[in-house]
């Protein structure tokens, strides 16, 4: 900050004085003069300056009293007022840092003291408002970070939220629910092979245009702003944001950037989802194949016993139409014995198939809950 651009608010009844102070400072600072406190008042109000010369005794309205309705107006400590008074007592000096001067200038003065008094108090004022500002942008810093840090440990509650979600209707609430959080009003699309939805929250449709917008921007590439609006898209998933911060460049990356992460996500879950589905429906398909296999197999066996049962029965019944030897009867027989265990065999090996199928049913299964 320069001499020039430090504004000084001179406030005293003789205008000889205000004479000889335009004549010291006219040159090095911005002066505005007034002769009353009511004045001072409303060209604090409007000007702001940083340095106030005030006289303590004026008509109507005192420098102690001008002094308190300046500091009420100033709760920062923007300015300082600086008393100048041709009384130099005690009891003066006290009552003015009493309503909150920051400094005592008695009349008559040396010019040369006068200004250097003035400097002092000047780089006191710069240094004070760089002081503030740093502290100001420090605040703003650490505020944008808190923000920031908060916003990214939305995104990673999002993600455990959303593998604990078992259909896409859950998912896309869990979008919502996440978008609302960052104060982003939306609506999303989803693709899968069989179905195209274009939801709202609470899974209310989207209106005819939204579907439009998908429809057309779909594949404008990860981010499309257009006006407040964004497009954030996937290949099987979009979103569109409908009041994005255009006027807050910070926010605004940062925004960007997270939803880059989010569409990614999103775009991943839905993906599992799809998948868990189709095994779902490939399982449901197996466990109905074997059923099936089980039942007929079942029924094969019954029928190859029955079969088996009347062969002997009734080769039993007519070997003596044959008149066999007794070793040729049992060699018949024999034979067929040895048939019905080969039969069985082949049984027993349907079956150990049938348990070997339920095996890779029953590891598949617990992946899928």
Do not use: W
């Amino acid at each position: 900050m320069t001499n020039e651009n430090i504004k000084i608010l001179v406030v005293d009844d003789d205008p000889d004085y205000t004479d000889l102070i335009a004549d010291i400072l006219g040159d090095e600072y911005t002066l505005f003069i007034t002769s009353t406190g009511a004045n001072a008042i409303q060209v604090f109000k409007e000007e702001t300056p940083d340095l106030i010369l005030l006289d303590i005794n004026m008509p109507e309205m005192n420098g102690y009293d001008v002094c308190k309705a300046i500091k009420e107006l100033d709760p920062g400590d923007n300015a300082a007022i600086v008393f100048v008074s041709g009384v130099n007592s005690v009891d003066e000096r006290i009552e003015s840092y009493e309503a909150g001067g920051d400094d005592y200038i008695a009349k008559p003065f040396k010019v040369n003291e006068f200004k250097k008094k003035i400097s002092a108090t000047a780089r006191f004022q710069e240094s004070k408002k760089a002081l503030t500002s740093k502290e100001v942008h420090a605040r703003s810093v650490a505020f944008e970070s808190m923000k920031e840090a908060s916003q990214y440990g939305q995104v990673l509650q999002f993600f455990k939220a959303s593998f604990r979600c078992s259909d896409i209707f859950a998912l896309s609430n869990e979008v919502f629910s996440f978008l609302t959080q960052l104060e982003l009003r939306a609506c999303l699309q989803i693709r899968t092979p069989t179905e195209t939805l274009t939801l709202r929250p609470q899974s209310n449709q989207c209106s005819p245009i939204e579907i439009e917008l998908f429809d057309v921007l779909k594949k404008s590439g990860r981010l499309y702003t257009f006006s407040h609006r964004m497009m954030v898209n996937d290949t099987h998933v979009s979103i569109l944001i409908k009041n994005m911060p255009i006027d807050n460049e910070i926010e605004m990356g940062r925004l960007r950037d997270i939803l880059a992460v989010i569409i990614e996500g999103f775009e991943a879950r839905v993906m599992d989802l799809e998948r868990k589905e189709a095994i779902n429906h490939i399982i449901q398909g197996l466990t109905t194949t074997i059923s099936i296999i089980r039942g007929q197999f079942k029924e094969h066996q019954r029928r190859n016993v029955t079969i088996m049962d009347n062969l002997v029965f009734e080769m039993g019944s007519s070997l003596h139409i044959l008149d066999l030897t007794e070793q040729q009867e049992q060699f018949f027989m024999t034979l067929v014995q040895k048939s019905m265990i080969e039969l069985v065999n082949v049984c027993d090996s349907g079956n150990e198939i049938e348990t070997e199928i339920d095996k890779i049913t029953s590891t598949i299964k617990p992946l899928l809950e």
